[in-house]
Structure formats: structure tokens, C-alpha cells
């Protein structure tokens, strides 16, 4: 009884996800691209989010990519969106809003772990996380997934903020080898767990083990955890882009001049949400 219960969860939520991707016309494209690349860069360049959360919901929803470009296309424009634009974009302002010692710490540990998780998805020929690719309720586990990283996050936030991110902080934190080795530990399992599997959770994560764990404030930890878990999609991007070829690289230049306008727009947005009212949003 309870499985016929889960089947029926299942598929209720996967009704439509053997839809083959649509076929738009390039006159929709070059509409409906750069306004989510533009969309993805700004939001994820004044909070710190990365641009999958923006891309992956409204592909999905306006089905024009299936799954696999869907992913491919969240690691393409965090890279290009928070990694590169963020980066220029810091050095041009101020270069000290940035801490530096976090890049080895988060960069490389993600670059680890999705080295790991996109090997074993695709020897063991997963679509995602322990889900075989033939289940036919593949994308439900990809939505699921990403729902779930989504929601828990919110908890967690709304939590700090309840009892005051103050009481997760210990003195000289930022000098504590023991904490930064925390950091590098979450970054790897988001590298492995997240990223390989639904393209984000790299930034928001990088951005909370910065503000609780290392005591980094806002102004500093934001800019980092942005460019830092930009960064951290070069592996993925280049495995999708070049080896595995799920990327549709057309589709992928329209987004790029509302990406790099929306990256130029965000340090005057967040100037003028102010660092509270910018919080707050996130």
C-alpha cells in the first residue's frame, strides 16, 4: 500500500517530465536568453545565490532545454555571471571587499568533489544522484533535490537570523585552521553532492560557512562566496561544454550580453538596496 502511495507521488510530479524539450523560434530565443542571463547576473551578483537557481526553474518551466542543457546551462553562467563578471567587477570597486584566503579553501574542494560525483554519474550511467537514467521518474528526483537543498537553506537562514548569527561565532575564527578545514570539508560534499547533480549550491554555501563559521561580515563575505562559487563551476562547465557536449553553445552566447549587463548593473543595485535591505532579499 505505501508504495502504491509513492508511485502515485511520483507520478503526479513527473507527469510531464518526458516532455520533449520545445523547439522555439530564434526570434524567442533572442528574447527570452539574454533577459535570463541579465536576470540570473544581477540577482546573484548583489545576493548570494548563483544564477542556477534562476536558470533551472524557468527552463524547466518554459521547457526549452531538456535536463542535461538545463544543468550545463546553470554551470555556464555561474562561471561567467559570478565567477569572471563578479571578479572584474570587485577589482574595478574595491579589491579588500574580497577575502582571498577563501578561494583554495572553496575552489578547489569543489572542483574535488564534482570531479568524484560526475564521474560516478556517468560510469554508473546516473541522471542524477543514485537515480539510473533509464527511471522514468529521473527529473522528479532532480526537482526534488533541488526543492529540498532550497528549502533546507531557507530554514537554516531564517534560523541564524532567529537567534542571531553572533551566538555561531567564536573568537579568532578567521585565523582558526580548524574552521577553515569545515569550510573545505561542506564545499567538497556540495562539489560532489550539488553541483555535479543539480548545478548549484556551491555560492549560498560558501556564503553561510563564511558568516557563521568564520565570522566574515556581510560586505566581505557576499562578494567572495559569489566569485568563489563562480569559480567553482569552471570544472563542470568545461566537462558539459567539452567533453560531454550538453551545452548548446548558440543558446548560450544570447544569454552573454544580458549576463555581462546584468553583472555591470548589480554593484549599483546593491548600493542601493544598502547591505540590510540586501540581506534581507536573500
Not at 201 to 224: D, Y
Amino acid at each position: 500500500h505505501n508504495t502504491d502511495r509513492v508511485e502515485h507521488f511520483l507520478r503526479r510530479w513527473s507527469s510531464d517530465s518526458e516532455r520533449k524539450p520545445l523547439r522555439p523560434s530564434w526570434e524567442t530565443l533572442v528574447v527570452i536568453m539574454p533577459l535570463l542571463g541579465f536576470i540570473s547576473a544581477l540577482v546573484s551578483n548583489v545576493v548570494p545565490l548563483s544564477g542556477g537557481l534562476i536558470f533551472f526553474p524557468v527552463l524547466q518551466l518554459i521547457n526549452i532545454t531538456g535536463p542535461k542543457s538545463t544543468l550545463a546551462f546553470g554551470a555556464a553562467l555561474q562561471l561567467i555571471g559570478n565567477g569572471w563578471l563578479g571578479l572584474l567587477n570587485n577589482l574595478r570597486r574595491d579589491p579588500r571587499r574580497l577575502v582571498w584566503k577563501i578561494f583554495p579553501c572553496v575552489v578547489l574542494p569543489i572542483w574535488l568533489g564534482t570531479a568524484i560525483g560526475l564521474t560516478r554519474k556517468y560510469t554508473a550511467n546516473e541522471m542524477v544522484l543514485f537515480v539510473h537514467a533509464d527511471d522514468r521518474h529521473k527529473l522528479t528526483y532532480i526537482r526534488l533535490l533541488f526543492a529540498g537543498f532550497s528549502l533546507c537553506m531557507s530554514v537554516f537562514v531564517f534560523r541564524v537570523r532567529a537567534v542571531g548569527i553572533n551566538k555561531y561565532k567564536s573568537a579568532g575564527a578567521e585565523d582558526s585552521f580548524g574552521n577553515w578545514l569545515k569550510v573545505a570539508v561542506v564545499m567538497f560534499f556540495s562539489g560532489w553532492m550539488l553541483v555535479a547533480n543539480i548545478g548549484i549550491g556551491a555560492t549560498v554555501l560558501a556564503f553561510l560557512t563564511l558568516s557563521v563559521w568564520i565570522g566574515v561580515e556581510p560586505n566581505r563575505s557576499i562578494p567572495s562566496a559569489v566569485v568563489a562559487g563562480g569559480f567553482g563551476s569552471l570544472f563542470p562547465f568545461c566537462v558539459n561544454s567539452f567533453y560531454l557536449r550538453q551545452l548548446p553553445l548558440l543558446r548560450l552566447l544570447l544569454t552573454i550580453p544580458g549576463t555581462y549587463t546584468g553583472a555591470l548593473t548589480a554593484p549599483y543595485v546593491a548600493s542601493w538596496l544598502g547591505k540590510e535591505r540586501g540581506l534581507k532579499m536573500h
